[in-house]
C-alpha cells in the first residue's frame, strides 16, 4: 500500500482472507482463475510493505531493487494480461468472447511494451509525501500513450462480460484511476494499486454468487 508498512501488510492480510474465500467458492477452474486476484494483489502488498520497511535503512539496501521490480511487474506486467484473461475464462457468450479476446491482445501488448521497459531501462523508489513513488526511466512509459492499452485491458474489458456484477469492477478500476490522478499525481501507481484493490471484495461477491448457483442447482436435482 501507498502509506505504510502496516497500512501494506495488513491490507495483504486481508486480501488473503479474501482470497481463499473466494477461491473456496469457486467450482471450477475458470472460477478460481478469477478468485486468483486478490491472492496475487496480497502478494503485491507484500512486495511493497517490505519495501517501506528497507527503502530507508541502509543495511537492508539490497531488499530494496527485488521488492521495487517486484510490485511494479505486478502493477505494470500481470495485471493487463490477468485480468480480461480471467473474465475470458468465464465468458460464454461467444461475442462477449471475441470482445474480450481483443481486449486480452491489447493486455498482451501493454505488458510486453512495459516487460522490456523494466528489463531494459532502471526502475526506482523513493519515500516522498507519506507514499512510496515509483519512476521508471523508460521514456515511452511516461508519456499519456504509455498506458492506453493498459486502460484498455483492465478498465474496459469488465463492461464486456455477461456476469453480473463483473462490471463493477470497470467501475472501480476507471474511478480510482481519475481519482488517484487528480489528487495523487506523482504517486498514481502506489495509490491507485491501493484503491484498485477494492476488486477484490467485487470477486468475492461473484464467487459467492457462484456458490450459491452450484447450491441452488444441486437442489433441484435432488
Not at 494483489?41 to 530507508?56: A, D, R
Not at 511487474?73 to 465468458?91: D, Y
Not at 484493490?197 to 435432488?222: D, G, H, P, Q, Y
Request: glycine share 6%; hydrophobic share 50%.
Amino acid at each position: 500500500m501507498c502509506f505504510s508498512a502496516t497500512a501494506s501488510f495488513g491490507a495483504s492480510a486481508i486480501l488473503l482472507g479474501i482470497g481463499l474465500i473466494s477461491f473456496k467458492n469457486s467450482e471450477s477452474k475458470e472460477q478460481k482463475f478469477l478468485a486468483s486476484i486478490p491472492l496475487l494483489l496480497s502478494i503485491q502488498q507484500i512486495f511493497e510493505g517490505v519495501l517501506w520497511l528497507t527503502i530507508s535503512k541502509p543495511n537492508y539496501l539490497e531488499w530494496v531493487k527485488p521488492s521495487t521490480y517486484g510490485f511494479l511487474i505486478f502493477a505494470q506486467v500481470i495485471w493487463p494480461i490477468l485480468i480480461p484473461m480471467a473474465l475470458l475464462f468465464l465468458e460464454k457468450e461467444s461475442m462477449r468472447k471475441k470482445a474480450l479476446s481483443y481486449f486480452l491482445a491489447l493486455g498482451l501488448i501493454q505488458a510486453l511494451f512495459m516487460g522490456y521497459g523494466l528489463l531494459v531501462y532502471p526502475a526506482e523508489s523513493s519515500v516522498s509525501g507519506s507514499h512510496i513513488r515509483y519512476e521508471m526511466d523508460f521514456p515511452a512509459a511516461n508519456n499519456w500513450y504509455g498506458g492506453v492499452f493498459y486502460i484498455l485491458a483492465t478498465g474496459f474489458s469488465p463492461f464486456v462480460s455477461s456476469i453480473k456484477r463483473i462490471s463493477l469492477i470497470g467501475v472501480i478500476i476507471l474511478f480510482t484511476y481519475l481519482f488517484t490522478r487528480i489528487f495523487y499525481e506523482y504517486y498514481v501507481i502506489s495509490v491507485w494499486c491501493y484503491f484498485a484493490a477494492m476488486i477484490s471484495f467485487v470477486i468475492l461477491s461473484v464467487s459467492m454468487k457462484f456458490r450459491k448457483e452450484v447450491l441452488a442447482n444441486a437442489s433441484l436435482t435432488e
